[in-house]
Each structure stands twice: as structure tokens, then as C-alpha cells.
């Protein structure tokens, strides 16, 4: 399987030109044909940080039928691939429900998934809603059962819950098809002049972080070492009202307790990535042996 992840620097409140953005990139990387599956970062196109429900709502998106929802079946049409997309959803319920979402379509341009994030940051409770049912397992067409997440899912919920519930990990060990993939606005530590002094380096300290979260994933590994599981985790980059994002997205397999990288793109580096899960991955994490 062919992966595609577009980290990119999206500006809040400016879709248009975000879009364009991403369709710049896309068509510089001349993916056609080559691709199985296409993933963007959370609110790819609306930008992150809002801080309030007046704010977001000019930006909000109708389920499953709004402009990111239309540019992924356009997407994903041209490029003969499957693509998700992060959005802010509104429900056409009375009265309507936010959500902070992804969306999903087949290479015909099919809508497969709408998943909706389970753990809220709290940028996103000022304007949005946890679903009832948490980490759902979508069954993506030709890609089989994923485990979709959004950015703070991976988390303990609201940084409350106890670090070894590892919620969302010990969700995704019940599927058979060992895929992971979350679309994320990742927070940077680092400060803008920090990032921008050595944008095509990775975030290491946040890379390990988020191995770390699927501690219970490593584990279940050991039982299994001819079993690889996959984790994508498609990061933004980028500033947005002086908030820093980290970058580094990448692609992690996770075999016999052992954990290696794919790729990693920098921490302020705007690019296609792409990743053949079937390629031998670059870089050894953490040794299970």
C-alpha cells in the first residue's frame, strides 16, 4: 500500500487559499497513479485556532457535503485514490451539533467515513461536541478496518485520565487489519525561530511522544511478530496567531516490539510524503529484543 501524506502550513480562516495550497503541492508531487490512500491534517482547510464558536462558525461545513468534502471526491477522483480530509462539521440535526471531524472517500469518490473526534483540546471545546461512541473502526473499501483518530485522541482524555489507560491504543488492538491513521494539528514546544532555523529537521522529542502512546500496540507485538502493525500520523506545520505547530509527520511500523520510521518530514517542512508500507522502513526507534 502507497500512502500519501500532504503536511502543509494552512492559515485559519483563509480556504481558499488554502486549497490552493494544497492543490499547488499536489500537483508539483505529480502523484497520479502511484497512490493508494491520501491524508491531510486535521481542519486542513479552515486552519486550527479558533477560540470561539463565533469565531468557527463562518468556517463550519455540512456533514459529509461541505468544500473539504468536495475537494477530497475531486481529489480523489483525479488521483484514482481513497483521501481524508480533516473538517469542522456541523450537523443538519435541529438544533445542529459540531463536530471536529475527518472525512473519507474512495477513489470514485464514494463517501466511506466520517469520524469525529473523541477527545476535544481545549481549542476545540469552545465550539465543539465529543461524540457519544469513541474510536470508531471505519471499513474503508479496498483499505479493509482502520482505526481513524484525530490529534488529542491519542492522549489521556483531557490529561485526566490516568497515562497507562493508553484509551485510544487499547482501542485500536480489537480490528484485524492492523492500520492506524490520525490526522493532527500537533502543538510545537519549540519557538517559530526555533523551528525556523532548522525547518527540514523532525521534532524528535514529539515523534517519541507519540510512539510512546502506543505502548499497548508494542506489547501485543511480541505475541505476534509476523503480525506489523502501521500507525500514520499526518501532522500540520506551520504558525497561526503565533501558535506553533510541530510538524514531523510520518509513518511508523510497529513488528515483534520493534519500532521504526518509514519517513519523518521536518518540523516546518511543507511537502508530499510518500510511503510504501511494503518498502523497508529508514530509521529503527526502539528495539523489542
Not at 22 to 50: C, H, T, V
Request: hydrophobic share 40%; aromatic share 10%.
Amino acid at each position: 500500500m502507497k500512502i500519501a501524506l500532504l503536511q502543509f502550513a494552512p492559515d485559519v480562516g483563509t480556504v481558499q487559499a488554502n486549497i490552493k495550497k494544497a492543490d499547488d503541492f499536489l500537483q508539483r508531487s505529480k502523484l497520479q497513479g502511484r497512490l493508494d490512500w491520501l491524508i491531510l491534517p486535521e481542519m486542513a482547510f479552515s486552519g486550527y485556532n479558533f477560540h470561539s464558536l463565533e469565531e468557527i462558525t463562518p468556517y463550519l461545513e455540512p456533514t459529509t457535503a461541505g468544500i473539504s468534502t468536495q475537494w477530497a471526491i475531486q481529489i480523489a477522483r483525479h488521483l484514482n485514490c481513497h483521501v481524508t480530509v480533516g473538517y469542522p462539521e456541523q450537523t443538519t440535526d435541529s438544533p445542529p451539533v459540531n463536530y471536529n471531524s475527518t472525512v473519507t472517500v474512495s477513489p470514485t469518490g464514494t463517501i466511506l467515513a466520517n469520524y469525529r473526534k473523541s477527545f476535544l483540546y481545549y481549542t476545540d471545546e469552545t465550539w465543539a461536541t465529543e461524540p457519544a461512541a469513541r474510536f470508531s473502526i471505519a471499513h474503508l473499501g479496498a483499505l479493509g478496518p482502520v482505526v481513524q483518530g484525530i490529534c488529542m485522541d491519542i492522549n489521556p482524555h483531557r490529561f485526566l485520565a490516568p497515562w497507562s489507560d493508553y484509551e485510544f491504543a487499547t482501542a485500536a488492538l480489537q480490528p484485524k487489519n492492523p492500520l492506524i491513521v490520525v490526522s493532527m494539528a500537533w502543538l510545537s514546544h519549540l519557538s517559530a525561530a526555533e523551528i525556523a532555523s532548522t525547518p527540514s529537521s523532525p521534532d524528535v522529542a514529539t515523534v517519541a511522544y507519540w510512539v510512546e502512546r502506543f505502548q499497548p500496540i508494542i506489547e501485543r507485538s511480541k505475541e505476534d511478530p509476523g503480525k506489523p502493525w502501521y500507525v500514520v500520523l499526518a501532522n500540520r506545520c506551520g504558525v497561526e496567531k503565533s501558535v506553533c505547530y510541530a510538524g514531523s509527520s510520518t509513518v511508523v511500523k510497529i513488528e515483534g516490539g520493534d519500532v521504526s520510521l518509514f519517513e519523518t518530514c521536518g518540523r516546518g517542512e511543507e511537502r508530499v510524503c510518500v510511503v510504501d508500507l511494503e518498502s523497508a522502513p529508514k530509521f529503527s526507534v526502539r528495539s523489542g529484543r
